[in-house]
């Protein structure tokens, strides 16, 4: 195994260090226990808003706090849920009196390690409201879930409740804007390699050179099935195709288009693939409106992709366009 | 070899077709011949800029085409210079009058197909300057250059020249503002693993297991010397100190320290390359005041990373900070 990295059990708080480094205007990097803050700390009578998760799947979440998304994120280590004397303090931290939502991808150990924090945040006196993202359409349940799996459509829920958070929505309007963007976003990855973990220090699972894992998880989880690698026309219609029946998209409906990397596929490779959803979403008469093309959701070096869909609203674009600042995320 | 490709021998089309599907506000891809311009066309007044080079680094150049740093990129085949009958137009359709910079990396290719261009497009009353990059201090003479190769430092001139041609200067100023970064930034990287070319098939090179290569091109083109490999640490070390080094650094000075993934390897590893860097700038009495970590000079799927360092001054400092919207860069 050859990576950028010392000792593998200092990969994640090692990657830490360089990020609170090099975005020092942005973040504050707290390490007993590790968490990433806005820097500066909560904003007076705003909502806060949290998000946390195993590493491996950087920039999420660490690249995504700053203004206009997260005022803090939580990382596990690799693949590997934060746990709850890690998530106490960064929901505390983000709490300027106006509650907090915390956006939470569903995996089993995410799921109760957050119940079990907020119940701790909550006897302290702090609101907290919990978003559950499962956007994946690929498995109902898998190797980490009960239910579906929160994957790339995360960052569309951080953005957008981020931004609404930002101009001041309370409590409960920041919470119905994220249900509303979980209800309308769905995902669908493919790997064409595995991923390595560096503590475990061999690929995570074995894949043929002439095979695809169509509906793979972001963590090497088993999708629904291998197809012999044909082409991206091919792996763009077989992850597209399921993302838009799910959502019942209908002609003339807007949305948005991601196209996110797994870590090691060229951007100029997501680009081909965007290209090809394009055409097909063309096809069904479905206008794109936004975009997103790039590594935001990634699973370590895995090469490969995944596709989500966000239904538009005229409330929702308002809200995707609205400034944000944060290391991944800029405009 | 498993791509998100169809055709190899559409892979730069089918990816600039979704690149300009993408981001339709900011730029406007043309096929025949094929290069990528800012959308609505030159701003009066301002000096153009153009740069371009072969395919396989995205997101150079196209991805630097925007308010505040390039007018115009033009992408080859991979890993192929790109025309003269490619360059004319680009460069003509740059320039509202102001002339036109032209950033060319060093090889030879890409050296003369420039050189022809200009040639054209100076009979036809277009004043060009031409500024040639060359920060990689690994080898003085390569396979494909006579002298340096130009690297990620390119990103640099092309970001502090840009700002200089939008805040008005003109076709000297701008000329003179790149020349100055270019003698102030250094670059080297590193190879853990090879890429492979689209129409090629099979990968560029063999790098054993166990070991890495110091002083990499980013064309796969041979180093300094392959070494063990031996972690984070050791490697930063290798790439930092002969930048530093060719720098001539000194305690006290001030630098951008701009740490770059070749395409393949996790952002997490490039902010812990990141932070190693840091301390080595630290032990060296050197400030770090501007920072840039991702992948921005890319070498199709290759594991490694390029640490570049950028002498700044307060003027350099300042347009490095001035506003840029484009599809890689947006502040």
């Given at each position: 195994?050859?990576?950028?990295?010392?000792?593998?059990?200092?990969?994640?708080?090692?990657s830490?260090?360089?990020?609170?480094?090099?975005?020092?205007?942005?973040?504050?990097?707290?390490?007993?226990?590790?968490?990433?803050?806005?820097?500066?700390?909560?904003?007076?009578?705003?909502?806060g808003?949290?998000?946390?998760?195993?590493?491996?799947?950087?920039?999420l979440h660490?690249?995504?706090?700053?203004?206009?998304?997260?005022?803090?994120?939580?990382?596990?280590?690799?693949?590997?849920?934060?746990?709850?004397?890690?998530?106490?303090?960064?929901?505390l931290?983000?709490?300027?009196?106006?509650?907090?939502v915390?956006i939470?991808?569903?995996?089993?150990?995410?799921?109760?390690?957050?119940?079990?924090?907020?119940e701790?945040?909550?006897?302290?006196?702090?609101?907290?409201?919990?978003?559950?993202?499962?956007?994946?359409?690929?498995?109902?349940d898998s190797?980490?879930?009960?239910?579906?799996?929160?994957?790339?459509?995360?960052?569309?829920?951080?953005?957008?409740?981020?931004?609404?958070?930002?101009?001041?929505?309370?409590?409960?309007?920041?919470?119905?804007?994220?249900?509303r963007?979980?209800?309308?976003?769905?995902?669908?990855?493919?790997?064409?390699?595995?991923?390595?973990?560096?503590?475990?220090?061999?690929?995570?699972?074995?894949?043929?050179d002439?095979?695809v894992?169509?509906?793979i998880?972001?963590h090497?989880?088993?999708?629904?099935?291998?197809?012999?690698?044909?082409?991206?026309?091919?792996?763009?219609?077989?992850?597209?195709?399921?993302?838009?029946?799910?959502?019942?998209?209908?002609?003339?409906e807007d949305?948005?288009?991601?196209?996110?990397?797994?870590?090691?596929?060229?951007?100029?490779?997501?680009?081909v693939?965007?290209?090809?959803?394009?055409?097909?979403l063309?096809?069904?008469g479905?206008?794109?409106?936004?975009?997103?093309?790039?590594?935001?959701?990634?699973?370590?070096?895995?090469?490969?992709?995944?596709?989500t869909?966000?239904?538009?609203?005229?409330?929702?674009r308002?809200?995707?366009?609205?400034?944000?600042?944060?290391?991944?995320?800029?405009?």
């Open positions: 195994m050859k990576k950028l990295l010392d000792d593998p059990a200092d990969a994640v708080t090692d830490l260090t360089g990020f609170g480094l090099a975005h020092a205007g942005l973040v504050q990097v707290h390490t007993e226990p590790v968490y990433v803050s806005r820097a500066g700390g909560p904003v007076p009578g705003k909502v808003l949290v998000s946390g998760g195993g590493s491996g799947h950087e920039p660490a690249g995504f706090v700053g203004d206009g998304m997260l005022d803090a994120a939580v990382p596990g280590a690799v693949f590997t849920s934060p746990t709850p004397d890690q998530i106490v303090p960064a929901v931290g983000a709490d300027s009196g106006a509650g907090v915390a939470v991808k569903n995996y089993t150990g995410d799921v109760l390690n957050f119940e079990t924090a907020v701790l945040v909550e006897a302290e006196g702090s609101q907290v409201a919990t978003i559950l993202v499962n956007d994946d359409v690929a498995v109902e190797l980490y879930t009960a239910g579906r799996r929160g994957v790339a459509g995360t960052v569309c829920v951080e953005k957008i409740a981020g931004a609404a958070a930002a101009r001041g929505d309370d409590l409960g309007a920041v919470t119905e804007i994220a249900g963007v979980v209800a309308n976003v769905r995902s669908m990855g493919v790997a064409l390699t595995a991923c390595t973990v560096p503590h475990v220090g061999k690929p995570s699972f074995d894949l043929p002439d095979e894992e169509i509906g998880g972001i090497g989880e088993p999708g629904r099935h291998r197809i012999p690698f044909a082409g991206a026309r091919e792996i763009t219609r077989s992850l597209l195709d399921p993302v838009a029946d799910d959502l019942h998209l209908a002609g003339g949305v948005l288009l991601f196209v996110n990397g797994m870590g090691g596929t060229p951007l100029s490779e997501l680009y693939v965007y290209g090809r959803a394009r055409g097909l063309e096809e069904r479905v206008t794109v409106s936004r975009s997103l093309v790039g590594n935001y959701v990634t699973s370590l070096e895995m090469q490969g992709a995944s596709i869909l966000l239904r538009l609203d005229d409330e929702l308002e809200l995707w366009d609205a400034p944000v600042r944060t290391a991944a995320l800029h405009w």
